[in-house]
């Protein structure tokens, strides 16, 4: 078994030759899409540490948690009330498999035209996209619950609510995270490409702005951003998920997670 110390030392015997190899191709490659190194450094000091954290990097923070927890807030209901019901997965299968396979960058345009450029439109969006990676994983979790389980509660007596509380949520924790999971790199795009596109805030307009006026370090110093915003979220992310599901073995959660990057 891989040593975490040794996990570590690959990963950087990974990064820095990376590192350097960009950082030689920015300086030797003269491209007016490529602004060297030291520059964008520079234009990320300047831009981020911090001047513009509060005019758009907290705009952007606050679309992405508050779509987020709606869409969690609505999703995880559902799909354990969609996984509990098999009329409900009929009727509604069609409608998850149309809405599923439409693009999110498809649904700014007819957002832009009901909401406008506000705060409602870019919220909208986010529920949207990151209700459906949690509602069918929540549903096929129910879907697959141990039948002795459930029987076992039945036989206990247990009430319908006290099933709910103490078997069904905490046996579809896991695949509820995985959905959760998904979906907080969707919110991460979604903001993203909405402030882009029609914003006049934010990370993404800060790009947008950078790219029309051909300030180039700018406009990676921004991308650079967003990497950085999106590795600390998927780390937070991860920390969270293990203190809430601490029954379950590392083993297990990378078994699930290659099933379900086999089944996608």
């Not at 907080?184 to 029609?198: G, K, P, R």
Request: with cysteine.
């Amino acid at each position: 078994m891989m040593t975490r110390r040794r996990s570590l030392a690959l990963q950087a015997g990974f990064i820095i030759p990376l590192l350097a190899v960009i950082y030689w191709y920015s300086e030797a490659y003269q491209s007016f899409a490529v602004a060297p190194v030291p520059d964008v450094l520079a234009a990320f000091q300047d831009a981020w540490l911090f001047d513009r954290v509060t005019s758009d990097v907290v705009p952007t923070l606050e679309r992405l948690f508050l779509g987020y927890a709606l869409a969690v807030l609505i999703a995880v209901p559902l799909g354990i009330c969609l996984g509990s019901s098999r009329l409900l997965r009929m009727l509604a299968g069609p409608l998850f498999a149309f809405f599923r396979s439409v693009p999110p960058i498809a649904l700014i345009p007819p957002a832009l035209i009901v909401f406008g450029l506000g705060n409602t439109m870019k919220l909208f969006l986010i529920v949207v996209v990151c209700v459906w990676p949690i509602v069918l994983n929540a549903s096929d979790g129910v879907v697959e619950l141990d039948r002795t389980m459930l029987d076992t509660t039945r036989s206990y007596r247990l009430s319908r609510w006290e099933r709910l509380r103490y078997a069904v949520i905490p046996a579809v924790a896991p695949r509820i995270f995985a959905g959760m999971h998904t979906s907080l790199a969707f919110a991460i795009i979604v903001v993203v490409a909405s402030e882009y596109l029609a914003g006049t805030d934010g990370i993404g307009f800060f790009i947008f702005q950078a790219q029309s006026q051909y300030s180039i370090a700018e406009m990676w110093a921004g991308i650079l951003l967003l990497g950085m915003l999106g590795f600390l979220l998927n780390l937070a992310f991860v920390a969270i998920q293990r203190r809430v599901l601490f029954w379950q073995a590392p083993g297990e959660t990378r078994a699930r997670k290659a099933s379900e990057a086999a089944a996608a």
